[in-house]
């Protein structure tokens, strides 16, 4: 089978990045080894292509350092090595492996569940009224909070400065003290934040549940980061898919 000619530039612009950034990836061995011509150019061909495309595509589901790793290895022709990388979710940046391709769909799993069971518990938080039996039936200082919660003060304090709780001060010596309704908001600004939740959309769940005390803010909020989880198995499965195409061809025309 013949390989058509391509330039560093055609290979370039398929993937988005510099021209010195395919170089780059010929030197460090992510793309096969290429030919070169008298003057000493590279001459690469579909191939270096399918290799580029293998590696973008791996690295949005494993990581750069994994994608990296990886194709390292089928072009050193390790590929009982490659596939085991793939398997364990190469970590390079710790130089140890993660856990198995399964393990990993299986953690994906696990956050959903997570979300959801994360999702019912902040419907719940949301839902309590603030000076409900089940809220401190007295106000408490910023490390009484902290304690209640499992998080360190300097938490509260950062939450604070973004505007996302505004606890009383005490006239005189300035200390803070958290009402019923500041500590609910609390729990769900930390529910929200072992989720990954950026600080910003935390602010427009707490603005609307205030406002109107509709979790309406909060259910888009979830259903972001569930969409998150799904793109991510989608990442993985289409990197699984290229190297596979790509490792495939390899062997047809070897």
Known sequence: MSHRA?????????????????????????????????????????????????????????????????????????????????????AALHGQRLALVDACHAALHGQRLALRATGEALEAVAGQDPGGPAAPQSALRIGEVAALLGVRASALR??????LLTPQREPGTGYRWYGPAEVRDARMIHMLRQGRYPLTRIGDVLDGLRATGSTEALRAALAERGAALAATAVAMLEGSARLHDYVAGARRQA
């Open 158 to 163: 950062v939450w604070e400065a973004a505007g």
């Open 6 to 90: 391509l330039r560093p530039v055609d290979l370039a612009r398929e993937a988005g990045v510099s021209t010195q950034q395919i170089r780059n990836y010929a030197d460090t061995g992510i793309l096969p080894p290429a030919e070169r011509t008298a003057a000493g150019y590279r001459r690469f061909d579909t191939r270096h292509r399918e290799a580029l495309l293998a590696y973008r595509a791996l690295a949005k589901g494993y990581g750069w350092e994994a994608a990296r790793s990886i194709m390292l290895a089928v072009h050193d022709g390790d590929l009982t090595g490659a596939l085991a990388l793939v398997d364990a979710c190469h």
